[in-house]
């Protein structure tokens, strides 16, 4: 399978600890992006990198979130000290072009 | 500021009728349009887009109207089948610099196709 994976896919924490996600995106995609889903809406932007610079941050990612993508291939979505709003799906896209690819998510439940 | 609005969350139709699936939109800087599907416990997937250059681009069965002077697209499925009933999610995005392929999405409009 040459698609975008995230991993874990269901993740369950208590309030005030700390999550790292995982994205592997396609192989020759120099463009990967991170994405927010809550119920009842769509995907919002998070953050993006290419290669492995981090280009842009939306104003949603608060302190307590930080990716990063060190060789400009995987990258993780760390958040810190995490909240009961943060509770959501946290989608992967990646792409060469104004295409992107997503991968299946990682559920995030803040208990 | 919900710049992609989606305004119908949900649409049922007949297998083999048209479905029509619509979107507006309110910054005059995008200029790339895109509907993906989604199911659930999966990652949206890439149906056919647009730029603003065109007021039409068509794929098999599924087809996407742009009418920029009304900020408006829509998303045309026919004949719709019931292996089309998912949720489908417009997006938007304005090309050039940093910003460059960062996707602006609608809240969603679940189509169900009855067989």
């Known amino acids: 399978d040459t698609g975008v994976s995230q991993d874990p896919r269901h993740k369950i924490t208590k309030r005030g600890q700390n999550v790292t996600f995982r994205c592997d995106p396609i192989s020759e995609h120099n463009r990967l992006y991170w994405y927010r889903q809550t119920l009842g809406q769509g995907p919002e932007f998070l953050t993006y990198f290419q290669n492995e610079a981090q280009l842009e941050k939306s104003r949603l990612l608060s302190d307590r979130f930080s990716a990063e993508r060190p060789k400009g291939s995987f990258s993780t979505l760390e958040i810190q000290r995490t909240e009961q709003g943060d509770s959501a799906m946290y989608l992967c896209a990646s792409s060469l072009g104004t295409r992107q690819f997503f991968g299946p998510g990682t559920r995030l439940t803040v208990l | 500021d919900q710049q992609v609005k989606q305004n119908s969350p949900s649409l049922s139709v007949q297998e083999g009728r048209i479905s029509i699936l619509n979107c507006d939109y309110t910054?005059?800087?995008?200029?790339?349009f895109l509907w993906y599907k989604k199911y659930p416990a999966e990652g949206p997937t890439f149906l056919i887009s647009i730029s603003s250059i065109k007021d039409k681009n068509e794929d098999g069965r599924f087809t996407v109207f742009l009418n920029k002077s009304a900020k408006h697209l829509s998303l045309h499925i026919v004949p719709s089948q019931p292996g089309d009933s998912a949720v489908y999610f417009c997006a938007a995005t304005a090309g050039g610099g940093t910003s460059y392929g960062k996707l602006t999405f609608g809240q969603g409009t679940i189509l169900t196709v009855h067989p």
């Open positions: 910054n005059s800087m995008f200029d790339y």
